[in-house]
């Protein structure tokens, strides 16, 4: 075989390797280079050869063998990327599978209608003031106008902690709070968890009050029924009207108990007013003197009004949800209908 022979041989054989042929290669290799490899052998004949043919023989050889040398590296160097590059291949993620998605979550219904009362008295003015859950009788009931034996503590079963300490059965402890820390004129809403002793399909252990709180030199019962009227129309519809009957609240003077009329109806009687024609949302009052001189404010300098409502109970009647349970047992279920 001459050189031309060989080489032609050599580089076909390299050309039709492909990533699984590793050995094929070495075998190549060791049939060029090896002990009994063809160009070994030629190497070996140079010695055969008249004198003066020697050198160029011996450098044509030895050409050849550096070339195809380093086309064996160059292929073996091939090889190996191919052999990752299958491997990877083999390994790749099938993005076309049907996996079940995760769901998104939303914003709790309850969540939902604090943040919309928020937004309506932040809009107008007011600021809003967290206050402690875990209360001293002082602020939950004393200051209040409650003393120890007042008949009102029966309005609200408290849970007590010490004979001193409870967890606020009502918001209006952050009325009072309040009060001691600014100084008038003041416009406060408070929302946040309360806890009672109840338990039935409308009342829950913990639920949600929004406390508010409007203090100035020339506020009266017009006032308050202004800011009432213009909240009921923001949440209920403007052709929301309301109505304020006569109550009892120790720390206001007077007190109301304030209805809208049904939403749903317009106060000719359905299943959400009860017939009615009128729901009742919330309590409210002209802030009581004994309340004012108890923080340190000056009942004949500055009057104020006040309203407290339950946020569950709000939320029910917008969602039409008939068990407070609902609320709170977080079935997603549940969830996924007010998304
Ligand atoms: N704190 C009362 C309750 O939980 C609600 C209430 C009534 C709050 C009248 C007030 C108010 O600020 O003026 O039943």
């Not at 052998?41 to 450098?59: F, H, V």
């Not at 010490?162 to 209006?172: E, K, V, Y």
């Not at 009329?261 to 009615?276: A, D, E, L, M, P």
Request: negative net charge; hydrophobic residues 35%.
């Amino acid at each position: 075989m001459d050189l031309k022979e060989i080489r032609a041989e050599a580089l076909k054989k390299l050309n039709d390797l492909h990533a699984k042929s590793e050995r094929d290669l070495s075998a190549t290799k060791s049939h060029l280079f090896g002990k009994s490899g063809v160009l070994t052998a030629l190497m070996r004949s140079l010695k055969d050869l008249p004198p003066d043919q020697k050198p160029q023989a011996g450098k044509e050889i030895n050409d050849l063998r550096i070339e195809l040398m380093s086309k064996c590296d160059e292929k073996e160097k091939e090889l190996h990327r191919l052999v990752i590059e299958e491997a990877i291949r083999s390994q790749e993620l099938d993005l076309s599978i049907d996996v079940p998605l995760h769901s998104v979550g939303s914003v709790h219904p309850l969540n939902r209608v604090k943040n919309l009362l928020t937004d309506y008295f932040v809009g107008n003015g007011y600021i809003v003031y967290d206050s402690p859950e875990i209360e001293t009788d002082y602020y939950n009931f004393q200051a209040l106008n409650v003393p120890q034996d007042h008949p009102a503590r029966d309005m609200q079963d408290t849970f007590f902690i010490t004979d001193n300490i409870l967890l606020r059965t009502q918001t209006s402890s952050g009325q009072v709070r309040l009060m001691e820390k600014y100084k008038p004129p003041l416009k406060m809403i408070c929302p946040g968890r309360v806890y009672r002793n109840d338990d039935d399909s409308t009342h829950s252990p913990v639920f949600h009050q929004m406390e508010g709180l409007v203090i100035d030199k020339n506020v009266t019962l017009c006032d308050l029924k202004g800011a009432l009227d213009g909240f009921a129309k923001f949440i209920f519809g403007e052709s929301t009207s309301v109505r304020f009957r006569p109550s009892y609240f120790p720390f206001t003077e007077p007190s109301v108990e304030v209805d809208v009329s049904c939403f749903n109806c317009h106060g000719k009687g359905c299943r959400v007013c009860k017939n009615t024609g009128w729901i009742e949302i919330l309590g409210a009052g002209m802030v009581n003197r004994k309340v004012f001189e108890n923080c340190g404010i000056d009942p004949d300098e500055y009057r104020g009004f006040a309203f407290g409502m339950g946020l569950d109970r709000i939320t029910m009647i917008l969602c039409a949800i008939n068990d407070i349970k609902l609320i709170w047992e977080n079935d997603v279920r549940f969830l996924h209908m007010f998304k």
